[in-house]
Structure formats: structure tokens, C-alpha cells
């Protein structure tokens, strides 16, 4: 299943350069992120209730080509790893222009953390389920997990 969310670009995301500053690509991966947990009806409330939220380890941004004041942008996600019970997962955003071309590629590694023991945790079964039918890379992989 494709994931892609439009986002209108706001005069706060530019730099002196009149072009978007580094850190806000990033802020419009983390939306569509929240976006795509929100469209399988998970919700703020849901973390809050199930005491279980989503965590980053690394976070990398590859720039590919500009995107100017004014440009409205859009940007998609992609499974490119998932554990078997959905507990690590890495996925992939490109962010493209106005005029469809690709302009950043961000790959994040995360988890989910129960919030309640502040330690990584095997996700409710809700949870589990968001990136079964996601959009997959063509290199994904299985993230294998020691089990004890």
C-alpha cells in the first residue's frame, strides 16, 4: 500500500538561503510518520492508553536537490526492515518538489518503547499490525532479534 501526504510548505521551514533548512525535512518525515499511524487509528490517545510510543535510534538525510520558498512538497513512506512482531522497524521517506523531483531521502531506525518502564518493548497487537501491508523497498529485510 502507497503512503504519500501533501504538506504546504510554511515561511518558517526556509532558511537565509530561500531554501528549506535542513531540520525541516526532517519535521515533515515525523508528520507523515504520525500521519500514517493516525490512519490506521493509532493516535496520541493510543500511546497515552497502551503506554507504548514510538522511538528513533538514527535518523539520516541524504539531500538530493533544493526545495525553494513557496514549493509545496510532497513526501511518502516505505518499510525498508521490520522485526517479526513489528518491535524495530526502519523506514524511508523521499521528499520530492513541487515538480516531482526527488530532494531528500530519509531513512529512520525505531522501536517502540514502553513508557511506563522506559524500556523497548514488543508492541500491542494494534501495533503490530500498521506496517504489514505498508509499501516495502526493493532491499527490505527482516531485522532479527535476539530472543531469550
Same mark, same amino acid.
Given at each position: 500500500? =502507497?503512503?504519500?501526504?501533501? #504538506?504546504?510548505?510554511?515561511?518558517? %521551514?526556509? %532558511?537565509?538561503?530561500?531554501?528549506?533548512?535542513?531540520?525541516?525535512? =526532517? %519535521?515533515?518525515?515525523?508528520?507523515?510518520?504520525? $500521519?500514517?499511524? =493516525?490512519?490506521?487509528?493509532?493516535?496520541?490517545?493510543?500511546?497515552?492508553?497502551?503506554?507504548?510510543?514510538? @522511538?528513533? #535510534?538514527?535518523?539520516?538525510?541524504?539531500?538530493?536537490?533544493?526545495?525553494?520558498?513557496?514549493? %509545496?512538497?510532497?513526501?511518502?513512506?516505505? @518499510?525498508?526492515?521490520?522485526?517479526?512482531?513489528?518491535? $524495530?522497524?526502519?523506514?524511508?521517506?523521499?521528499?520530492? =518538489?513541487?515538480?516531482?523531483?526527488?530532494?531528500?531521502?530519509?531513512?529512520?531506525?525505531?522501536?517502540?518503547?514502553?513508557?511506563?518502564?522506559?524500556?523497548?518493548?514488543?508492541?500491542?497487537?494494534?501495533?503490530?499490525?500498521? #506496517?504489514?501491508?505498508?509499501?516495502?523497498?526493493?532491499?527490505?529485510?527482516?531485522?532479527?532479534?535476539?530472543?531469550?
Amino acid at each position: 500500500m =502507497n503512503f504519500t501526504v501533501q #504538506f504546504t510548505t510554511r515561511w518558517a %521551514d526556509f %532558511d537565509a538561503n530561500i531554501h528549506m533548512r535542513h531540520t525541516a525535512y =526532517n %519535521d515533515y518525515a515525523a508528520e507523515s510518520r504520525l $500521519r500514517y499511524f =493516525n490512519k490506521f487509528g493509532i493516535t496520541i490517545h493510543d500511546f497515552t492508553k497502551e503506554k507504548v510510543g514510538p @522511538i528513533l #535510534f538514527e535518523e539520516n538525510t541524504k539531500f538530493l536537490k533544493e526545495i525553494h520558498l513557496g514549493e %509545496d512538497i510532497s513526501v511518502n513512506l516505505k @518499510i525498508t526492515g521490520l522485526s517479526e512482531k513489528g518491535e $524495530r522497524w526502519k523506514i524511508q521517506h523521499e521528499v520530492f =518538489n513541487s515538480q516531482g523531483k526527488l530532494s531528500a531521502i530519509i531513512n529512520v531506525y525505531g522501536a517502540w518503547l514502553d513508557l511506563a518502564k522506559r524500556k523497548l518493548t514488543v508492541p500491542p497487537l494494534k501495533f503490530q499490525e500498521i #506496517f504489514k501491508d505498508a509499501e516495502k523497498t526493493e532491499d527490505f529485510k527482516e531485522i532479527l532479534l535476539k530472543r531469550e
